[in-house]
């Protein structure tokens, strides 16, 4: 159905491409019939020319200023393939600053190297560094399952510990070395923080694509600055291309997992001065890599899976690490600082031993700081707090050279022979542990659960008063008659393309494994990409036996995940919370299920909804109904209240003081 040449583009495109919502798209699609035929894609997801749609938008005055960029990102999509669109956005960025210079072609189609052209002249009109890192933003998005980025904050957080604990600076500059960069947000990270003189960014990576991306990114970001800038295509353990290299701060975000890291090859390498890395430990390998790289004095800083700072196959090597004085400190991060999102990422930071000396003179003991609890929790914002985080770690890092010092609570100095015991756990969370809960702090919860049982004293008068007349029936209708008479549209969650936070916009995204949870969307999906998306006001069914409920979406919009519906009604034929009060009810979930099983589907279409009047929906009805679910909550709430001060007072009860 689609032409050979066409550029296809999705409704959520054309939506960003004309800077307006997806609704406004479809509405033009249904009002004009001169909107472009559909030549791809489904009936539910379908695609268009791109070069028929921004026709139609000029024709029709719909792009106005917004436009550009937009229209040139799904070209870059267009190629096909992740490294020749990665490709073509690097040279790209070489042709925007460099607008003598001629295209290579090196890996580029004839149809690439015309887009390279066309994007280096809007680049120039619009802004060279935003058109780059718009595009390169896109590509990752898009890319999102088979690329693994350091976040932002997170390669600033990095960059400023490597800074702060690193010593012997002697005026000469700063070497950063990244021995699989990526596309360089870690090395870039430097340039925000280090103001000094000679500053010199090495960086190597195996990936050609990506190496191109982050020669890019760097030719940017040192733009007008005298700064030396290397990106090595190489597999950095394998063949070393800074072979001799002695850097002041090497950072690293390594792949993890990999069993194929030269493990055979290597075996007589001269960097494992700490053991020869077990097959199943690539990370140690990469850990032992920046070592044998670093000046004396020098710093670096690591991200590392968990499992590294426990597995038994490693303690011969993180035991020489600590005898040595090299590994300093081991923070552990909160969950969704980096991919893998769901895991509690750690940052190993280490230092080489000074001139003349053999180990750091606190190598006595190791700094382990826990703050994996420095998340946000909710619909709103998910993820770390970055800006708590960043500086409850950097308080801890700034105490590394002064054991006399304080540490802020979660931080705590290990001695060496705590640490190097049978299993050599580095795991920060095995050895902080919290300070008792103060007086001010039980004072406080008593008076907060005293609140919340006051407001269900004052639920439950109104809700006990309520009368129903006996053997009362009245009209219902079912949510798929609903549908068909015009007064509600349903739509129905899918699988997205991509998961977990993205950089940039994105759009949080629940699944019934949430639902599960605590209700908090665990995910996050790119805003390019199309979904079905619930709006405030709108209601969400969970249409699963085993997490069946309705409610009242309220917040920023988010994407739904399959097995959730939504429904939009017309406010003049439905009361939003009327309908999700109707819903919820647990007989039109047992009526409308087949409960084969826990994991059995409720037919939504079949769900029933009570006939009233409009006003008696929107008083009486609507009004029960949140009341009803103000008290689910509290009744929660104060569950969880009572809970925790059932521990923190036992706690108490058990270090004993008691005075009465």
């Known amino acids: 159905m689609s032409t050979p040449n066409a550029v296809p583009v999705s409704l959520a495109e054309i939506a960003r491409i004309a800077g307006v919502g997806r609704a406004a798209v479809s509405?033009?699609?249904?009002?004009?019939?001169?909107?472009?035929?559909?030549?791809?894609?489904?009936d539910v997801s379908p695609q268009f020319s791109l070069s028929e749609v921004e026709q139609w938008l000029r024709d029709h005055g719909k792009l106005d200023d917004v436009g550009g960029r937009e229209l040139l990102w799904p070209r870059f999509e267009a190629l096909g393939t992740r490294d020749e669109s990665g490709l073509a956005i690097a040279e790209a960025a070489r042709r925007m600053r460099s607008p003598r210079a001629r295209t290579t072609g090196a890996g580029l189609t004839a149809p690439a190297v015309d887009l390279v052209g066309d994007a280096a002249r809007l680049g120039r009109a619009e802004g060279q560094r935003e058109t780059f890192e718009f595009l390169l933003q896109r590509w990752l998005d898009t890319h999102v399952r088979q690329l693994s980025t350091t976040p932002p904050p997170l390669a600033s957080l990095m960059a400023r510990i490597a800074l702060r604990i690193r010593t012997g600076d002697n005026g000469d500059g700063l070497t950063v070395f990244d021995p699989a960069c990526g596309t360089g947000h870690l090395v870039a990270a430097v340039t925000e923080d280090y103001k000094?003189?000679?500053?010199?960014?090495?960086?190597?990576?195996?990936?050609?694509?990506?190496?191109?991306?982050?020669?890019?990114?760097?030719?940017?970001?040192?733009?007008?600055?005298?700064?030396?800038?290397?990106?090595?295509?190489?597999?950095?353990?394998?063949?070393?291309?800074?072979?001799?290299?002695?850097?002041?701060?090497?950072?690293?975000?390594p792949p993890f997992n990999e069993r194929d890291w030269g493990y055979e090859e290597l075996a007589t390498d001269q960097r494992w001065t700490h053991g020869l890395p077990p097959r199943t430990e690539p990370e140690l390998a990469w850990v032992q890599h920046l070592l044998a790289h670093l000046r004396p004095g020098g710093a670096a800083v690591v991200v590392l899976p968990p499992?590294?700072?426990?597995?038994?196959?490693?303690?011969?090597?993180?035991?020489?690490?600590?005898?040595?004085?090299?590994?300093?400190?081991?923070?552990?991060?909160?969950?969704?600082?980096?991919?893998?999102?769901?895991?509690?990422?750690?940052?190993?930071?280490?230092?080489?031993?000074?001139?003349?000396?053999?180990?750091?003179?606190?190598?006595?003991?190791?700094?382990?700081?826990?703050?994996?609890?420095?998340?946000?929790s909710g619909v709103r914002e998910t993820g770390p707090d970055w800006g708590v985080l960043s500086s409850f770690v950097l308080d801890a890092v700034a105490e590394l050279d002064r054991p006399e010092a304080k540490l802020p609570e979660g931080a705590v100095r290990v001695s060496l022979l705590d640490l190097l015991d049978d299993e050599v756990d580095v795991t920060p969370g095995r050895y902080t542990v919290?300070?008792?809960?103060?007086?001010?702090?039980?004072?406080?919860?008593?008076?907060?659960?005293?609140?919340?049982?006051?407001?269900?004293?004052?639920?439950?008068?109104?809700?006990?008063?309520?009368?129903?007349l006996e053997g009362e029936s009245r009209t219902t209708a079912t949510v798929g008659d609903l549908v068909k008479a015009g007064a509600l549209t349903l739509r129905v969650g899918q699988q997205p393309t991509a998961t977990g936070p993205v950089q940039g916009e994105g759009v949080?995204?629940?699944?019934?494994?949430?639902?599960?949870?605590?209700?908090?969307?665990?995910?996050?999906?790119?805003?390019?990409?199309e979904h079905t998306t619930a709006e405030e006001g709108d209601v969400i069914v969970a249409g699963v036996v085993r997490a069946f409920r309705a409610w009242v979406h309220q917040g920023p919009p988010v994407a739904l995940g399959p097995q959730l519906y939504v429904l939009r009604v017309d406010p003049e034929k439905l009361d939003a919370h009327f309908l999700a009060g109707c819903l919820r009810a647990p007989s039109n979930g047992r009526q409308a299920g087949t409960h084969a099983s826990s994991s059995s589907r409720v037919d939504i279409r079949r769900?029933?909804?009570?006939?009233?009047?409009?006003?008696?929906?929107?008083?009486?009805?609507a009004e029960a109904f949140r009341r009803l679910s103000d008290f689910q909550e509290l009744l929660v709430q104060a569950g969880n209240l009572g809970t925790g001060l059932i521990d923190d007072v036992r706690d108490r009860l058990a270090a004993g003081g008691l005075t009465g």
């Not at 509405?27 to 489904?42: A, E, L």
């Not at 000094?196 to 760097?218: F, I, M, N, Q, V």
């Open 27 to 42: 509405n033009w699609r249904r009002r004009h019939d001169s909107f472009p035929s559909r030549i791809g894609g489904t």
């Open 196 to 253: 000094g003189p000679d500053l010199a960014l090495l960086g190597c990576e195996k990936d050609t694509a990506l190496a191109a991306l982050a020669s890019a990114r760097l030719g940017f970001a040192t733009e007008g600055h005298d700064v030396r800038t290397e990106i090595a295509t190489a597999d950095a353990l394998r063949d070393d291309p800074f072979a001799g290299l002695r850097a002041d701060i090497a950072l690293c975000n």
């Open 307 to 376: 499992a590294v700072a426990s597995r038994k196959a490693g303690r011969r090597i993180r035991g020489s690490l600590l005898r040595t004085g090299l590994l300093r400190a081991v923070v552990a991060l909160p969950p969704g600082c980096a991919q893998p999102h769901s895991v509690s990422l750690q940052l190993w930071v280490l230092r080489a031993a000074g001139e003349g000396s053999t180990a750091s003179p606190t190598a006595q003991d190791a700094l382990l700081v826990d703050a994996a609890g420095f998340g946000r």
């Open 434 to 468: 919290s300070g008792e809960t103060s007086d001010v702090d039980l004072a406080a919860s008593w008076d907060e659960l005293s609140g919340a049982l006051g407001e269900l004293t004052h639920l439950t008068q109104h809700l006990s008063k309520l009368g129903f």
């Open 508 to 529: 949080p995204l629940l699944t019934v494994p949430d639902l599960l949870m605590d209700g908090t969307p665990s995910g996050t999906v790119s805003a390019i990409i």
């Open 607 to 621: 769900l029933q909804v009570l006939q009233l009047p409009l006003d008696e929906q929107a008083t009486t009805y």
